[in-house]
Structure formats: structure tokens, C-alpha cells
């Protein structure tokens, strides 16, 4: 007993310590306010995410950078996080092969608990400061990889664990936390601390906590694509069309980007066996479909360099 009163304890005093676990005075009301009035007082708060998220944009950067090299030699991105954290991580790595045809492989999220934290609580996985190392190791983590840890309070030990053990084996690793001075950002070479402040109901670090991690991934998987040559013109170029709307899209990308019909758009995309920037390329050079599927792996799969060698 004692010793359980003492880890209370010290608990109660890291919480004390975290601005995601403040209380203001001035929201002692809410429950006393009408329901507009409550949708303004949460927009507001959320409006102050997008610009804490500014602050860090060196480091976010420099975590892009780091990502999309990797990327250039076959490392993969893997995000670990418990709860919130770990969903939002599962979540844009799941989103990344229809968006940018990637490998499933590529971009990976790991969350405490297993695949049964993503749609249900599991007590205590976050606790466990072994779990995302035994993870890691099981997908044969590299010094090729990156690594990026996600915790609002910076402190959680799932996350600890698995940073230091990528760091020990040379993966590049970044954290993102909602705290400073964050143990994660600590484990990490690179930290990004989004400082969102006291949440809207004390401890909910679902909300602007969570909007934060969220817009933050946002970047560090779009950009790092852009930077692979995944975009042309701001759009979309090597997305899977695994659906009826994609292919649609796929068709309509294809006439804006080539400046033709529906129906030769169409017919390119035939051609090029559904890739959207093969058949950009076939379009804007009359080159075959072998021809330019050999320059686009010669460019790296960068549209823009593809054209101009064929040009």
C-alpha cells in the first residue's frame, strides 16, 4: 500500500506539471451555457491549434526532410501512440495508399494495445514500456527508417520505449507531443511540441490536442510525398483509383492536367494501365507506354523530370 500511495503520489505530480491537464476558471460554466454559446467557446479554442502548430514549423521541416530521404532509399515511416494518439497515427498510415499508391508497408501505425485499441480502449497498454520495441522488432525496424512517436503529454511509456529502442538502432526518429520539455521529445533527435494549452474540458486530449497531432501528420506524409514527386500541379498523380470516385477523379485529373476530353483521358489511363502519371506523361510527350514508363523510373517517378527528358 504504501508503495502504491507513493506512485499516486508522483503521478498526481506530473499531471500537475502538464499544460494539456490544466483547469482555467473561466470554463467553470459550461454546463450553464446554451448550446451556441458552448459551439463558440470550442471554436475559439480551436482556432489557437493551427497557429501553435506555426510555431514548430522548423522542426517540422527538418522531420519532413528526414522522412522523405529515407523514403528515397526504401526506409518506411512508422508512427507509435496509445489511444487518440496511436489512432491518429493508424489513420494516416491507412490513408496513404489510396491517396499517393504507396505499399501498405511504407507507412505503418502502431498503437498500444494492438488492432483492437483502434475502436476499443485496452487498460493499460500504454503502459508498457516493452510493447512498441517488441512491435518495432517484429517489422525488422532499420537505420533506414523513421520513427515518430506521438503523445499529448509527452510522456507516455509506450511511446518512450519504442523511440529509445529506434534510436539505439540508428532510425531516424522524431517526436510529437503537446507538452514541452516532453520525455518523448527527450527519447527523440527531433521533437515537435505543439504547446496547445489547456483543453476545453480539463484532460480531453482528444480535442485540441488531438486536432494538433492530426494536422501535424497531415504534413509529415503529404509533404514528404511532394517531395517523392507524388504531386504535379498541386494534384494527386499516383493515386489508386479503388473505387468508382477515384476513377472518376483519376479520368478528371487526367483532361485538366493534359488539357484533354473526358473520353482521351480516358483511353490514356486504358493505355497506361490505370496510372494517372504515366498517362500524363504519354499525353504530354506522344511517347509509347514502354517508353515512358522507362523514363518515369529513370526521373524517380518525378513527373516534371520525366516530361522534360522526353521533351
Known amino acids: 500500500m504504501p508503495d502504491d500511495n507513493l506512485r499516486l503520489t508522483e503521478m498526481l505530480s506530473v499531471l500537475d506539471r502538464l499544460d494539456t491537464e490544466a483547469s482555467t476558471t473561466e470554463r467553470g460554466d459550461l454546463d450553464l451555457l446554451s448550446t451556441a454559446e458552448l459551439v463558440r467557446q470550442?471554436?475559439?479554442?480551436?482556432?489557437?491549434?493551427?497557429?501553435?502548430?506555426?510555431?514548430?514549423?522548423?522542426?517540422?521541416?527538418?522531420?519532413?526532410?528526414?522522412?522523405?530521404?529515407?523514403?528515397?532509399?526504401?526506409?518506411?515511416?512508422?508512427y507509435i501512440g496509445a489511444g487518440t494518439a496511436g489512432r491518429i497515427g493508424v489513420l494516416d498510415a491507412s490513408e496513404c495508399p489510396p491517396t499517393f499508391g504507396t505499399d501498405p508497408s511504407m507507412v505503418v501505425g502502431l498503437i498500444a494495445g494492438g488492432e483492437t485499441a483502434i475502436r476499443s480502449a485496452v487498460e493499460n497498454a500504454e503502459d508498457d514500456h516493452e510493447a512498441a520495441e517488441a512491435s518495432l522488432r517484429e517489422l525488422h525496424l532499420t537505420a533506414r527508417d523513421t520513427v515518430v512517436g506521438i503523445s499529448a503529454s509527452g510522456r507516455t511509456p509506450y511511446v518512450v520505449g519504442g523511440l529509445t529502442y529506434a534510436r539505439s538502432i540508428g532510425a531516424f526518429t522524431a517526436a510529437i507531443a503537446s507538452n514541452a520539455h516532453s520525455e518523448i521529445g527527450a527519447a527523440a533527435e527531433i521533437a515537435i511540441e505543439v504547446i496547445t494549452g489547456p483543453e476545453f474540458i480539463s484532460g480531453s486530449t482528444r480535442l485540441k490536442s488531438g486536432t494538433a497531432q492530426k494536422l501535424v501528420v497531415n504534413m509529415l506524409t503529404t509533404l514528404s510525398m511532394i517531395k517523392l514527386g507524388k504531386t504535379y500541379h498541386g494534384v494527386m498523380v499516383d493515386l489508386l483509383?479503388?473505387?468508382?470516385?477515384?476513377?472518376?477523379?483519376?479520368?478528371?485529373?487526367?483532361?485538366?492536367?493534359?488539357?484533354?476530353?473526358?473520353?482521351?483521358?480516358?483511353?490514356?489511363?486504358?493505355?497506361?494501365?490505370?496510372?494517372?502519371?504515366?498517362?500524363?506523361?504519354?499525353?504530354?510527350?506522344?511517347?509509347?507506354?514502354?517508353?515512358?514508363?522507362?523514363?518515369?523510373?529513370?526521373?524517380?517517378?518525378?513527373?516534371?523530370?520525366?516530361?522534360?527528358?522526353?521533351?
Not at 49 to 75: N, S
Not at 246 to 266: C, F, K, M, N, P
Open 241 to 311: 483509383a479503388t473505387n468508382e470516385k477515384l476513377h472518376a477523379r483519376s479520368i478528371r485529373t487526367v483532361s485538366q492536367l493534359a488539357g484533354v476530353g473526358v473520353d482521351e483521358a480516358a483511353e490514356a489511363l486504358r493505355a497506361a494501365d490505370g496510372s494517372v502519371k504515366l498517362a500524363l506523361l504519354m499525353l504530354a510527350t506522344n511517347a509509347s507506354p514502354e517508353s515512358a514508363a522507362t523514363a518515369l523510373d529513370a526521373a524517380d517517378g518525378i513527373l516534371r523530370v520525366a516530361i522534360a527528358t522526353l521533351s
Open 42 to 78: 470550442m471554436n475559439a479554442q480551436d482556432h489557437r491549434v493551427p497557429a501553435a502548430v506555426g510555431e514548430c514549423a522548423e522542426e517540422i521541416a527538418v522531420v519532413v526532410d528526414g522522412i522523405a530521404e529515407r523514403f528515397r532509399h526504401g526506409g518506411r515511416l512508422i
